[in-house]
């Protein structure tokens, strides 16, 4: 089993940020080493992907949390006594006080029926209204303890469902399809996709293009050319030097949007920013599609991650993975 995760904190990305109708999620109490319950942690999974919700009892917040997922408690880390090492836990993430949060984990190689083991590490704020535990503390998700010396530490399992949302397609269009059958449509749309125009780029540290109407990004597509970074600002171009990579986000950013606005736009319950990059080829494997339009965003404004070239390839494949009812496998 392979895993990939990022995680979502008071932005829900996913069609599935909650469990299925008729799956009942794993759960799990939140326990200090002392005893005191502060909270309860529910697991469900959908497709490749393995939600982990954590809620606090009032009065308690988030600090931190750290997650190791293996398929037997053999596979998190320990130390020679047995005793889990946080540190060397794969998934980090900070919350700022929070008092809800959910791990979306991409998964491969699970099947439905495989049992997973979760070691959920949480640093919390707050006090106990019994008044046991006050001010900082720490406490583990789960139902059975590691054999270990030093407090009880606890992990719980989960059962991979092999419950799946029905097949259902999806649309997309490529920039020749934006600029040619589907420009009345964008026209028509645009002021309310975008009543404040559509930015692309990085508005705060690199450089944007900014439309303010649909027949203006008609006009722009469809962009060829060596993909290449913003080099200063523009305003309802006619082309610019960033070449395919330019295009391939304007035809992007429309295909997410139109997804989310427009239900009709293709069958799926699901939304298409949150379908996943399934080529291991791929410098964006295992990226959803929302990630992905983030990092194309910061290409094109010049403080991405990735080249240039990789992001207008990846924008480019995702764009035509729905072309004309079709499905080339590039998502799932």
């Not at 309860?40 to 917040?61: F, K």
């Not at 997804?259 to 996943?276: F, K």
Request: hydrophobic residues 45%; negative net charge.
């Amino acid at each position: 089993m392979a895993i990939r995760a990022w995680a979502v904190a008071g932005l829900v990305l996913w069609a599935w940020a909650s469990p299925l109708a008729g799956q009942e999620p794993t759960q799990a109490p939140l326990r200090t080493g002392a005893g005191e319950v502060v909270g309860m942690v529910e697991a469900w999974n959908h497709e490749a992907v393995l939600s982990v919700r954590i809620e606090c009892l009032p009065g308690w917040t988030l600090g931190s949390s750290k997650l190791a997922i293996a398929d037997s408690p053999a596979g998190i880390p320990v130390n020679p006594a047995g005793r889990p090492v946080v540190g060397k836990f794969e998934l980090k993430q900070s919350h700022k006080r929070l008092s809800e949060f959910t791990w979306e984990v991409a998964t491969t190689d699970v099947a439905a029926g495989d049992e997973l083991v979760l070691a959920l590490h949480v640093e919390l704020f707050g006090g106990s209204p019994s008044g046991l535990v006050l001010g900082k503390a720490t406490a583990w998700a789960g139902t059975e303890a590691f054999a270990c010396k030093g407090g009880a530490v606890w992990f719980f399992r989960h059962v991979w469902s092999g419950a799946e949302e029905p097949p259902t397609p999806f649309l997309t269009l490529t920039q020749e399809d934006w600029s040619g059958y589907g420009a009345d449509y964008l026209d028509a749309s645009f002021n309310q996709w975008f009543p404040e125009g559509m930015v692309l780029g990085d508005a705060v540290w690199g450089n944007t293009i900014r439309f303010t109407s649909g027949a203006a990004v008609a006009e722009f597509l469809p962009q060829t050319g060596a993909p290449g970074q913003l080099q200063r600002n523009y305003l309802n171009p006619a082309t610019t030097e960033a070449g395919a990579l330019a295009g391939e986000l304007v035809a992007l950013t429309l295909n997410v949007v139109a997804d989310l606005a427009d239900p009709e736009l293709g069958a799926s319950e699901r939304n298409l920013s949150a379908l996943v990059v399934d080529d291991p080829a791929s410098p964006f494997y295992g990226f959803t599609v929302s990630q992905v339009l983030n990092e194309v965003h910061n290409s094109l404004g010049m403080f991405g991650w990735f080249t240039p070239g990789e992001a207008a390839e990846c924008a480019r494949r995702i764009n035509e993975n729905f072309a004309g009812g079709g499905d080339t496998g590039f998502l799932r």
